[in-house]
């Protein structure tokens, strides 16, 4: 019998014949058909078929499930003692060729591919009863978290977020908080989830942390079979994915119910849960804070760190071996390891490298400002921030066009450098409230850390900056932040050119150039090594002609620098008073006052007072700004008040000044109001009034016009405070009498118990 005979239909083994590269001879054909019958007849009477199963054999697809079709095909030919053709090919997922080939294609057909249950190449490995303990020890769990196990109950879960949001430790407590089991798996990130297998039906849970190829969960069908093999094998499947915009967007549009977002709890809600889980005593945790110091605590979780860092500062916090500084160092030293793969990743991307060194300098401040500068400095950078420039024309004109208005959207570029956009605030400035939404990073000391790499491991990067912090507009809120950028590049920096950044801002035109050169200035001399040679740079200044320079030092006595040298402070204030003609005077003398009414409330005003009533009795401009300051000063009721009814020292200045500026005409008007102030408070604190009286009743011994004019406001003023009012009286009588005006005041004390003025 031919082939073509045997075969049904004389369908397929009669095209193979055809196809053959030569015909059998009949002697060749005879001997087969021998062999094949006594085959036939061995089989027969074991009861298998021709692929050696019996009838009880299972036939089995890659599933474990039987394939219906060939399975009654098979059954239909074995009950009817037929026997099946020798050329049938039964091989689910092979493919058949029925020319010449060329490439590298294979076929498996020994019982271990995909009809045989074959298990993809992709590794699995168990996840120990440690790390899934450890992941819940502490785990502050999220307000999503419920809707995250509602959701896996389908049995697979999509959880997105940034790096370091807690993403793999939420998973391993769904997974374990579902299944309430142990036997979890971790899964290769490289799957093909069209060959994945669930492994056995202890596995309750599979954990996919990180998806090389997750293109693929937007088939359809490819996941319906995924969610059918988990839901056989009674398990669940987490799978971790970064928060990619484009990929997250078209995930939540094909797979709704399967998509959760990874929002972190609050820092001091993460940082409680763990620190109670590290140290369960509470009287110990309470011991370890107040070393630390609480407010100091206190301020660093209000910056919203990520749970990965919190968790970082709990490991250094239990240690109880360092105090809050060394604590914040560490942590600045794990932020400083992280930026060189974080400026690789960027290298290529220069709006990106733009934005991270904007939101560096102006971390805390609205990300419309963040974004300005960062376009300023992609301006201005002119290809600098370019890792590549196109060579051919081909390229250039194919190039991408950095004026494209659609460019990285602002949730790309605050993901790529590791920051978020924090809740809207209102903040205060003279006369109105504005709100702003901040940037700020997710690893505490990230901006510092990657300014200070950039600088020291990139020569012409401080160019660039330095270039570009100088155009930035002199605004009040961001003179700060650029300031301490500028400071710190000259600790970073070194060398005997370390301030001559800095002293290129010292000479601008515009004011807040030179404010921002002072606070830099008051940043590098936190280094005792430049501290030197900013004390010498500042008295050199303080005496040259230029007012440029001598305003930046009023400028700087105002910063911290002046605060912690108050004496020297007030020395170069001084000088800097000296031979100016009008043109020049005003920028200096207003810069002059604002360094005064700086120092004063930074808690020397002894020493502010004291200098002031050296300065007033000279001529010139010492004694203008002098009896100008005094008179914004003297609203300080509370300690006037303290200094006058205790009688101290500063007491005599305090009432010579008012005296001075009574009787100058410039100065009356807001001395005046100042002391009408005074009467306000002096109504309802006791000691307000008593210091009130004493400085009249001393006033009193001096009945020059401007006192005079203070008494007849005080006399007449509609107010019905009776504070002060019954000396003014009793000292205009006296005057209008020609009699001395010492006499008693309202309260019964008499003369002799008042301090004498001493002007």
């Given amino acids: 019998m031919s082939a073509s005979q045997e075969a049904p239909d004389g369908g397929a083994n009669a095209e193979l014949e055809a196809a053959a590269p030569r015909r059998h001879s009949a002697e060749e054909s005879q001997g087969s058909q021998n062999a094949d019958h006594l085959q036939d007849a061995e089989d027969e009477q074991a009861g298998r078929d ?43 997922g092979g493919l058949f060729n029925l020319g010449s080939v060329e490439g590298g294609q294979h076929v498996n057909n020994q019982g271990d591919g995909p009809a045989a249950g074959w298990r993809s190449p992709s590794h699995d490995g168990p996840l120990f009863a440690e790390e899934i303990l450890t992941a819940g020890d502490g785990f502050a769990e999220p307000s999503w978290f419920s ?37 979890l798996r971790g899964v290769d990130a490289t799957v093909d989830f069209a060959e994945w297998r669930p492994d056995g039906d202890e596995v309750r849970g599979y954990l996919v942390d990180g998806l090389s190829q997750p293109q693929q969960l937007l088939k359809g069908w490819l996941v319906n079979q995924l969610i059918g093999r988990l839901r056989k094998a009674k398990a669940r499947m987490v799978i971790v994915l970064p928060d990619a915009p484009g990929l997250v967007r078209e995930l939540r549009r094909e797979l709704p119910r399967h998509v959760v977002t990874c929002v972190p709890p609050s820092t001091r809600e993460v940082f409680a849960a763990r620190f109670e889980a590290r140290v369960p005593d509470a009287e110990q945790r309470d011991r370890i804070l107040t070393a630390l110091g609480r407010e100091q605590v206190g301020e660093l979780l209000g910056q919203d760190l990520s749970p990965a860092h919190v968790a970082e500062l709990v490991d250094e916090v239990v240690l109880e071996e360092s105090d809050f500084v060394t604590i914040l160092e560490r942590m600045s030293f794990l932020a400083e390891q992280e930026v060189p793969e974080l400026i690789d990743r960027l290298r290529d991307q220069p709006p990106a490298l733009a934005f991270l060194l904007a939101s560096c300098v102006f971390e805390g401040l609205d990300y419309r400002i963040v974004q300005e500068e960062a376009d300023r400095l992609l301006e201005l950078a002119d290809q600098r921030l370019d890792a590549k420039l196109p060579g051919t024309r081909e390229e250039e004109e194919s190039r991408s066009n950095p004026r494209f208005v659609f460019g990285d959207s602002m949730d790309d570029l605050l993901r790529g450098i590791g920051a978020r956009q924090m809740p809207r605030e209102v903040r205060s400035a003279s006369g109105y409230g504005y709100s702003v939404e901040p940037v700020r990073f997710i690893r505490h000391g990230r901006s510092q850390a990657v300014l200070r790499h950039v600088w020291r491991e990139y020569g012409q990067v401080s160019g660039l900056m ?18 301490e950028v500028m400071g710190m590049a000259a600790r970073w920096g070194g060398g005997r050119r370390a301030l001559s950044h800095i002293s290129a801002l010292a000479r601008s035109p515009e004011r807040g150039t030179r404010q921002v050169a002072a606070a830099a200035m008051a940043i590098a001399a936190q280094d005792p090594v ?20 001598r305003a930046t030092v009023a400028y700087t006595c105002a910063t911290a620098y002046g605060v912690s040298r108050p004496d020297h402070a007030l020395t170069l204030l001084g000088r800097l008073m000296y031979g100016q003609d009008d043109t020049e005077g005003h920028p200096v003398t207003s810069a002059v006052s604002s360094a005064l009414r700086a120092l004063f409330t930074s808690g020397q005003q002894s020493a502010v007072i004291r200098r ?28 006037c008040a303290s200094q006058l009814h205790a009688g101290t020292d500063a007491a005599e200045h305090i009432v ?9 005409e410039e100065h009356f008007d807001r001395t005046r109001r100042a002391i009408l102030s005074w009467r306000q408070v002096a109504d309802w604190d006791e000691q307000s009034r008593d210091a009130l009286e004493a400085l009249l009743f001393a006033l009193s011994y001096g009945m020059q016009h401007g006192v005079l004019r203070l008494f007849v406001s005080i006399d007449r003023d509609e107010n019905d405070s009776t504070a002060g009012k019954d000396i003014a009286r009793q000292a205009l009588t006296a005057w209008r009498n020609g009699q001395p005006t010492h006499t008693s005041s309202g309260t019964g004390r008499s003369t002799s118990d008042q301090r004498s003025p001493t002007r």
Avoid: C
Wanted: net charge negative.
């Fill in 530 to 549: 430049l501290a030197g040679e900013i004390r010498y740079r500042l008295t050199r200044w303080s005496l040259t002609k230029g007012w440029k320079l």
């Fill in 147 to 183: 809707d995250a196990l509602r959701a896996l109950d389908s049995r697979l879960l999509l959880l997105t977020g940034t790096a370091g949001t807690g993403r793999r430790t939420a998973a391993l407590n769904l997974l374990h908080r579902h299944s309430d089991s142990m036997i």
């Fill in 612 to 639: 002031l009533s050296e300065w007033a009795d000279e001529d010139g401009r010492r004694s203008e700004v002098a009896l100008t300051s005094f008179t914004y000063l003297l609203q300080d009721i509370p300690w």
């Fill in 50 to 92: 021709v692929y050696g199963r019996t009838a009880e054999d299972p036939d089995t697809d890659a599933d474990g499930d039987l394939d219906e079709e060939f399975a009654a095909y098979m059954r239909s030919m074995h009950g009817s003692g037929k026997k099946p053709p020798r050329a049938f090919m039964y091989a689910p």
């Fill in 656 to 664: 010579g000044l008012v005296h001075q500026a009574l009787n100058e």
């Fill in 466 to 483: 330095t270039d570009w912090l100088e155009k930035a507009r002199p605004e009040n809120e961001l003179i700060r932040p650029i300031g």
